[in-house]
């Protein structure tokens, strides 16, 4: 890599973390807490008829929704998820009480004996289901499609559809409320203290500045730390405002894979015009999610999925719809790529099929049509910064033999029947994808308007205050990377404490491959201030706030214009061997090229890189989460399985070398980009090794037994 | 009931019952929270330590089936030279992102040195296959173990 600060260091918490000193919430020792347990409805949707409760031991104590001294509503973009059920359960798993006290085994035993009935009601389970009601709706058009496809020498649908996923942070998520004099403090593992601050604030009806929340190491989140902690922050503080005692709630890991936050399941609808030569001229886009039972995050995430439509590719015309029904399943929020994933696998499959039905490599095809530097975006944007993704093709192609290998692996359809039937069927399938960093439009500028502050004291140290958290990304290092850097320091002088909402200014949540880009962009500039400034005496502080770049225009009612500050890149090929007897899918090597801008530390982009891949292979493949009647089949991790050492594929990654204007020292945001085309590209290995198109995810063998049946 | 236990190379007395789980002896009563809970079912490993020279998932047996064997938890492991050499091939190789699954993650690391120091990737991966990790995808992990068979020559 050109620029030096990419060079890998040791992560600053590698010791801490081998060593196992790192505390983790559960982990800290504390005396006199209350622990809580649940008691949740195993209804999908019911009317709540009447609670009984056992006799409950003097120093338990069961909370409802009459003990929420405020609004008894967590706070997302619309006011419809209870902190606990009313009178109506929407989801199995729905908290309708919680039981708190010093022992656990007495806890578990209260809650054994509350007896709640129900008058059932028809649960709506699948956005299939015409009973559907939305939570979020989005229409945009970019160009005039229609006259396009009214042009059209020929047309192409299709239809794609992905299925749910759960994060599986190897934590647990957990909170604990402490109740004080004048307020209350939340610690917990999570990505937005800002946002549980808010959350909090509003449950108590406690005025903003007397929440205060403080980051605890947190052993992973993909997102799915980023909307559930305001739930369990709310009733904790409910719990411990009550009984007057600090209440610690860490969740099973059933109950954890149960009630938290997944994946949206999506059903997309792709339909293309071509002219005479095969150019796509026009790419119409409908979008279902499947947002569960209440509105969370879902509208957001419904943005990021539809503003993929087309892709990295030169389309001039685009019209995209889009909705979030409501299911009566648990709640769908953030996951790793928010929404991207399940667009990018519509947009990629159906591509593959154009090239199929024009009969030309499906690399190839895209090639020919991927955008370049100044181009159009879906949404009628300009792609403002330099685009590479013509080269991560090339580079790509070359890493992988892709061309040669999509000729001599795979079944064609109608080819003679394989002679030896117990041979592998081998694929090879790609994606090239995109990824916009940072928050959708001006939110960055209208909405999170990110602060950062620096202080340095009188013996030169510096202290990062900042409310972005290290949840396994690495930002505990790259921050002090950035800062170091600028002053010419080295890393151990430089502190970073985890965020605490009494002490750091809000520099926004820790999503959106955004903590660097947009944070580490306000970092720099902070830093290169104390610079400037370093003759000044005694303890000084910088700070900074956002500032859009100028030539980003983004109109929030009409949906058009720059949807992102800036974009990351990508390109993956994944290569499978399928066995024909028993369906299983091997993934036998993986390569992915990416630009990310300047990494800011390779290592930990290799991380990401790594890690992002296995988990969308996971997504794709083994992962299954079915609904049965609203409650899940794969309820614990022994239904639930994630790829383990041994289903790690050899993978080759590249990184190309792209500075950006936008983030600092050309960095951009890397930690979804890695995930978002991996799945496409799976799916589309398995087709070419089966010789029919696969629409679907997740992958399961006995899928592909079928398809292979229908093939002989 | 009573029990003494072997406990990182020291004498331990504890009083409990003997269904109680190990993870909470030595997360509770012992303070030795690097051993972390993270699935309480024996699916994930984060609770791995060292029984003798076996690795157990510390959350799948009770005080009473340990009684009589030595056990080695990270926070004993980490005062070897040994673990020096694992934990800085980790740092070498990225393999620690959250950290949560990192302890567990490397007392099967030990427990496989001991019986193979010069352990092949496929070998690595099947050693390793029951400590889950959701960040890093393995990949550096396995690099990590051949780094400190290599770098550790003569220790195991
Ligand atoms: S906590 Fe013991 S295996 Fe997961
Ligand atoms: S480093 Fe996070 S689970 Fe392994």
Redesign the pocket.
Known sequence: MANSISQAVERVDNRAKASGQTRYLADIPREGVLHGRFFRSDRARARILDISLPPVPADCRVLSCGDVPGLNVVSFLVDDWPVFAGKMVEHVGEPILLVVGPDVEVLADVVAGITVAYEDLPPVLTIDDSRCTPQAGFDFTTGDPKAAFAAADRIISGEYKTGSQEHVYLEPQGMLAIPRQDGITLQGSMQCPFFVRRAVHRVLGLPLEKVQVVQTPTGGAFGGKEDYPSVLACQAAVAATVTGSPVLLVLE?DEDIQVTCKRHPSRILVRTAHDSAGRPTAMDVDITLDGGAYTGLSPVVLQRAMFVAGGVYNIENIRCRGRVLATNTVVAGAFRGFGGPQGIFAVEMHMDQVARELGISPLEYKRTHLVRTGDQTATGGRYHSRVVIDQIADRLEKLSGFEEKFKTLGRRPGEPGVTDQEAPLRGIGQALVLHGAGFTGSAERDVIRSTVKLERDDAGRVTILVSNVEMGQGLQTTMRKIVARVLDLTLDEIDFPDPDTDRVPDSGPTVASRSIMIVGKLVERAAEDLKRRRDEPGTISAVQHYRQPSHIQWDNETLTGDAYPDYSWGGVAVQVAIDPLTGVVTTEKVWAVHDVGTPIDEMIVQGQVEGGILQGLGWASLEVLEFEEGRLRQGT?TDYTIPTAFDAPPIVSELMDNPSAVGPFGAKGAGEVTFVGVPAAFASAVGHALGVPVTELPIRPEHVLDLLEGLL | MKFTLMLNGEQRDFDCEPTRRL?DLLRGDAGLTGV?????????????ILLGDRLV????VAVGQVADRPITTIEGYSRTTRFAVLRDAFGKAGAVQCGFCTP?MIMACEALLRQNNRPRAPEIRLALA?N?CRCTGYNMIVDAVETAAREGKGLW
């Open positions: 890991r991790l | 993870l972390k809970e993270g699935c309480g079912q024996g699916e994930c490993g984060a609770c791995s998932n510390s959350c799948m567990g029951g889950l």
